[in-house]
């Protein structure tokens, strides 16, 4: 790898490690500074909802302006929204308004980045020379990297707070790794980020408005069957493991009296994510991609139906780890699908499209699972879950989009 990976890889590390820590902190410090739970619910739902509609929109930007520049941008947006929180507080105090204020404005940096850092691998691959199997091999150690981050940034939150408590100045932390993640992304190369554009008529045009943009991407999108089919089949399964880890397992755990387990469950699919993704960057060309994608499907039903049963906290555990272990090559395929089927000159749009899916999806299901786990008990809410997801898996494996995983075309344009 050259010099722009590995500053690529460091800057993606750092800001997902600062992302990691203030997950940690700042709910406690919500909690701390307004005594309200019912306050993190409506921050978490207000900057979800904004963070789905600057994720669409932010695919324009990423299609129009060099994606390295964006990156940059957005990890000081990060930064200032974060570090302005300490300042803040004391000067005037922290309160629910000043939270969701800040927390808008990190997710106007937040979003546009994490489109634009998944853009850049393919230039990257480039740059080292495009050799077969490299990009899968990227996306797998990237892939790697977050599973590991996962586990280390909420850990090293923890560590802070018990160390120094629940104190907002701890934030200064989290946007020293956004500052540091902005100044590795100095270290690629400008060529990294250029866009590629082929699109004549907007060249004649001269200047796309944001709607044409908006419509093109969703047009692609919508016409492109395997596109279509990653978007649909990641936005089911991450509304599922929300809905497990947000009301079934906390609700679980605690009746069994075992409530750190909730926490131990995650931290399960992480780790087993993390060694799955290393197996899938040492395997590329020698397993299938289809054949990674089987075994992701078939670990996924088993996995979620081992949990939804709700039998034993062990199991449940158990099917955690397996899940991990069976889904991390799965969705390093279908990253590597996404971004090898898309047009360079949309896949900003497209990638900002199905970052934005994946916040909005969980809305989806969990007031429905509350309500079913509320009036119907839980063991019913996690068969309810399991049913979705085995009617997943087997729509997915019969589907033809995913029978073409190892005969894409890295230059593909939009099919119809």
């Known amino acids: 790898m050259g010099r722009s990976t590995w500053a690529y890889l460091g800057s993606y590390s750092l800001s997902l490690l600062g992302n990691g820590v203030a997950s940690v902190l700042f709910p406690l410090l919500v909690l701390a500074q307004t005594g309200d739970i019912l306050a993190a619910g409506i921050l978490a739902s207000v900057t ?38 300490p300042v803040v507080d004391a000067l005037w105090g922290l309160n629910l308004t000043w939270f969701i204020v800040l927390g808008v404005l990190g997710s106007f940096g937040d979003m546009p980045g994490m489109t634009a850092r998944e853009t850049l691998l393919p230039r990257l691959v480039e740059l080292d020379g495009g050799k077969p199997g490299a990009l899968d091999r990227l996306v797998g150690v990237r892939e790697a990297l977050a599973g590991a981050l996962v586990l280390v940034g909420p850990g ?138 089987v075994v992701g499907m078939v670990g996924v039903g088993i996995g979620f139906t081992v949990i939804g049963l709700l039998a034993a906290p062990w199991l449940v555990l158990a099917a955690a780890v397996f899940i991990g272990l069976t889904n991390g090559p799965m969705s390093a395929v279908l990253g590597v699908a996404t971004i090898e089927a898309t047009p360079d000159q949309l896949r900003g749009r497209v990638l900002g499209v199905q970052n934005a899916l994946m916040l909005a999806a969980p809305a989806l299901t969990a007031a429905p ?30 589907a033809p989009a995913f029978r073409s995983l190892d005969r894409l075309n890295p230059a593909a344009e939009a099919e119809g």
């Not at 932010?58 to 941008?73: C, E, K, P, Q, W």
């Not at 309500?371 to 087997?394: D, F, K, P, Q, Y």
């Open 156 to 293: 090293l939150g923890g560590l802070l707070v018990w160390l120094v408590g629940v104190n907002s100045a701890t934030l200064f932390i989290t946007a020293g790794m956004s500052v540091a993640a902005a100044l590795l992304s100095f270290a690629m190369s400008p060529r990294a980020g250029e866009v590629n554009r082929r699109d004549g008529a907007a060249a004649r045009a001269g200047v796309r408005t944001v709607v044409a943009d908006l419509v093109a991407g969703w047009r692609f999108l919508l016409g492109h069957r395997l596109v279509l089919g990653v978007s649909m089949l990641s936005a089911v399964l991450i509304a599922v493991i929300v809905a497990l880890q947000t009301t079934i397992m906390p609700a679980y755990f605690t009746g069994e009296n075992l409530p750190e387990f909730s926490g131990f469950a995650a931290m399960g699919i992480a780790a087993g994510s993390l060694v799955s993704a290393v197996i899938y960057a040492a395997t590329v060309g020698k397993v299938s991609r289809r054949t990674w994608f």
């Open 369 to 398: 699972i509350a309500a079913i786990a509320s009036g119907r008990g839980l063991e019913m809410a996690g068969i309810g879950l399991a049913v979705v997801i085995v009617l997943t898996v087997i729509v997915a494996l019969c």
């Open 48 to 85: 979800a909802a904004v963070a789905a509609v600057v994720g669409v929109l932010a695919g324009v930007i990423v299609d129009l302006v060099n994606r390295r520049t964006v990156s940059i941008v957005s990890d000081v947006l990060s930064a200032v929204s974060v570090a302005a929180l």
